[in-house]
């Protein structure tokens, strides 16, 4: 394996820590919890990207889930070029948003009515506000390992004792601010029921991450969800599906079509925006009547619904829509986890195990997929750690974390996956 040359990306890294803390506009990106060097990108294409060295890599993170139809694909730049063309933004109302509106909700039927932001965290923010502003109550529960955004009601994490409320996981965070939110384990039925027995008449909403993407991929437990549902019906709390991330990610109806579960809210992000910043947060009308102008939840946004975004998005959604598309991209996801795991196997690294749901997957350094956050922090970080530079330095970029998701497009079949499979041949030779 030839050994990478990475001197502009160090450059770089150098420089940027000058201007911009840890040298990186959001913190995952700092390899922080990987070490080594962030690769600073110049160019990315289809299943690629090149770095600032002029090394290529076969992308699996895909922006954290927008690039699911490969970057730069052609009938996507052509709409974009079209649009900021006529415009960039003009802060009032045009025919795309319209048309987004209208392709999402014929896609997830619960979003009867919806309101475009600029990213998942508006979208999130602006959920909580109005759950709480439909059902004039003030608590929310929300679940350890769950992420929502950098929310200030949501960086929570749980209290002493798991009914009580939680703590700040962040400076800048009032304790009066964490005191309203509850914070449960992921997949605890029974705890779901007992903090609905104690504090049901009090709690405005749950908010949940349907299948997790943010303690590395976790499913939901059966009857997880379902508990959910019914719980927030009996104590008349709004359900928040939060599908910033697996919304068109993992099937052309997100997790709620696939469990058949109707959410009262629905958080997007991502894929919607096919790249370009967008989020979305929507559901049953008679809530959504709650938001200004129509309403008394004040929610607004200079950029919100941007033109040259939506029409990405709409190029984005119209290829997803295309027969087979969520076929392929989930069979080809599943058949790249069997295969990592066979090769873990025949290299003699006997824990590690793997999972996928749609086109977005968990490798795990665990004999067992995890249920739980628990079960996550137990896998063995550091030879992620080992595994993830042993993939970067030749050639593919894994998810700078343990605890991250990992995501394809649709245009990494054939000669990327091979290459996926060539270097973790190698790569789990290398730490076995
Ligand atoms: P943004 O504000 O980053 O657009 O969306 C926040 C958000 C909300 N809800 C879910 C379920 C999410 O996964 C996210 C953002 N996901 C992370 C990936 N772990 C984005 C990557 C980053 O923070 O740089």
Redesign the pocket.
């Known amino acids: 394996m030839t050994q990478q040359t990475i001197q502009t990306s160090q450059a770089l890294f150098d420089q940027a820590q000058k201007t911009i803390p840890g040298g990186v506009n959001?913190?995952?990106?700092a390899f922080g919890s990987v070490g080594g060097t962030p690769r600073f990108f110049t160019k990315a294409n289809g299943p690629y990207l090149w770095d600032a060295d002029g090394n290529r890599y076969v992308d699996t993170i895909c922006s954290?889930g927008p690039a699911i139809v490969g970057h730069a694909h052609p009938k996507v730049i052509e709409a974009v070029k079209q649009a900021a063309e006529g415009g960039l933004s003009f802060g009032a109302p045009t025919r795309g948003e319209v048309e987004l509106a209208e392709w999402v909700r014929d896609h997830l039927p619960s979003m009867e009515m919806m309101r475009l932001t600029s990213?998942?965290?508006?979208?999130?923010m602006s959920a909580i506000r109005l759950a709480r502003g439909f059902t004039g109550r003030n608590k929310v529960i929300k679940f350890e390992g769950?992420?929502?955004?950098?929310v200030d009601s949501l960086l929570v994490k749980a209290g002493s004792g798991l009914l009580t409320f939680g703590n700040p996981t962040s400076a800048g965070v009032p304790p009066s601010f964490a005191a309203e939110t509850i914070v449960l384990d992921y997949n605890d039925i029974a705890g779901v029921q007992a903090c609905f027995a104690e504090h049901g008449q009090d709690i405005a909403a749950v908010i949940v991450?349907p299948v997790a993407?943010?303690m590395n991929l976790v499913r939901p437990a059966p009857g997880f969800l379902e508990a959910l549902r019914s719980e927030c019906t009996k104590a008349g709390a709004v359900l928040i599906f939060?599908e910033?991330?697996?919304g068109f990610r993992v099937g052309a109806r997100g997790v709620q079509g696939l469990m058949n579960i109707q959410p009262d809210l629905t958080?997007l992000?991502?894929v919607i925006g096919g790249g370009m910043p967008m989020?979305a947060f929507g559901g049953r009308k008679d809530i959504m009547l709650k938001v200004a102008p129509v309403g008394p939840v004040y929610q607004a946004g200079t950029l919100s619904g941007n033109p040259v975004a939506v029409a990405a998005g709409l190029a984005t959604l119209k290829i997803v829509s295309e027969p087979g598309f969520f076929e392929t991209l989930t069979q080809m996801t599943a058949d790249l986890m069997q295969g990592l795991v066979q090769k873990a196997k025949a290299a003699g690294v006997q824990a590690f195990s793997a999972d996928s749901v749609g086109g977005m997957f968990g490798l795990y350094f665990s004999e067992q997929v995890p249920v739980s956050m628990g079960d996550v922090t137990n896998s063995n970080r550091e030879q992620f750690n080992r595994f993830f530079h042993a993939m970067l330095n030749r050639g593919v970029y894994l998810a700078p974390s343990a605890y991250?998701?990992g995501f394809l497009s649709i245009q990494h079949q054939g000669e990327p996956i091979a290459q996926i499979f060539k270097a973790a041949e190698e790569a789990f030779e290398e730490i076995a």
């Open positions: 959001s913190p995952v990106r954290w990213s998942g965290t508006e979208a999130t769950c992420y929502h955004g950098h991450e993407g943010n939060d910033v991330m697996t958080t992000g991502k989020g991250e998701a």
